[in-house]
């Protein structure tokens, strides 16, 4: 399973010439939670993608997936990050990924007490299917944030009933 990042840029670079620090830390972020390949869209003219990524031509879901398909055979699911959520936290990433893992076929939607971000997961194969909120304590995930200012974040409560394969004693350990 490989989740790739699309991020969507929006209005001009502050400086020309020099990257977006918000791009270059949405990126990050992104290469930290675990996703991979990393694609850019709406970069201005004459704008480069930051390293760990690269710019790709369309915004449209399809395309995306695609270019994400064609770079890293095996991709799965995209995960869409617009610029004005620079401030997510990696954690969001991981935790979006490890959803997927358990729900393959549905799209997953960070979410802070409830209330959903536009930041999504939306599985290829599956990409009308119904939404999901998961809950993922960053404040980031559903609020405008550059990633400047400290932002809360509260580790979501544990799934009690998953269990990590590696973790399994005696007779779990025997069922598998």
Known sequence: MTVA?????????STSGAPRPELSRLVEVA????????????????????????ATGSAEFAAVAADASAEVAGTTAIITLPLS???????T?????????????????AARNGVAGPIRLTPIADAGSSETLLECGDEG???????????????????????????QRGTQAEER
């Open 141 to 167: 995930a559903v609020h405008p944030s550059d990633g400047r200012a400290s932002l809360a974040y509260e580790a979501p409560p544990a799934d009690i009933n998953a269990v990590d394969p590696w973790e």
């Open 5 to 13: 990042a699309h991020i969507i840029v929006s209005g001009k670079p």
């Open 31 to 54: 290469w930290s939670g675990g996703a991979h390949p990393i694609l850019v869209s709406g970069l201005a003219t004459g704008e480069s993608a930051p390293t760990l990524s690269r």
């Open 93 to 109: 990433i991981t935790a979006l990924i490890a959803g997927h893992g358990r729900h393959a076929k549905q799209t997953l939607v």
């Open 85 to 91: 959520h620079a401030g997510v936290d990696p954690e």
